[in-house]
């Protein structure tokens, strides 16, 4: 196939045991997907359909032990939110349950990174979350597991830390909308392909990063997610 100009390259993500990448479609994030973090945004909490909103395939940013993370700019309050991702190796439109769990080809730690200042202005004005959601690298992902490697991930620790310190810690089993809820939900909003990422909510305690902090998060079988914010 022939272009004017040069397409841009395929934004991707590292596979555990794996040389080949993990090719990224689209980037689906789950809102309020658990009680605690709910309140702590001043939201109740009740088990309404979920909402979702999306960031550019190329929001992605691999982590690392030496990897670093720049501040973005038009910001002074970035926060950390801290999720499970599902990475979808198989799509559709109008899922149930079963097909859903079949879509599921890996998980992965991520963060959904957020300009928490604009969204709030964003929020009063009554205007979409883009500016504070899909900024560039806004979505750092470590190594995808194959789900071939864990089997069916619903349950487990997620723990974030900054310098050392617990920031976020929760329970997977908690979230609201389990994940094949969250893929049915989803497929019958888009048609999904292989490739979609999904981030599935946040536990309590998120909050602001600062360049110089490093930031660990660790979710039960599966590779911790590294990175320094760089100023």
Known sequence: MAFVINPPPQAAVPVVGEAGLFPVRRIFCVARNYAAHAREM??????????????????????????????????????HEFELVVALGAGGRDLDTARARDCVWGYAAGLDMTRRDLQAEAKQKGRPWDVAKAFDRAAPIGPITPKAKTGWLDSGSITLRIDGEVRQQGELSDMIWSIPDIIVALSGLFELKPGDLIFTGTPEGVGPVRPGQRLEGVIDGLEPLRLEVAG
């Open 42 to 79: 001043g939201h109740d909490p009740q088990r309404e359909p979920p909402f979702f909103f999306t960031k550019p395939a190329d929001a992605v940013f691999a982590t690392g032990p030496d990897a670093t993370w720049p501040y973005p700019c038009a910001s002074q309050d970035v926060h």
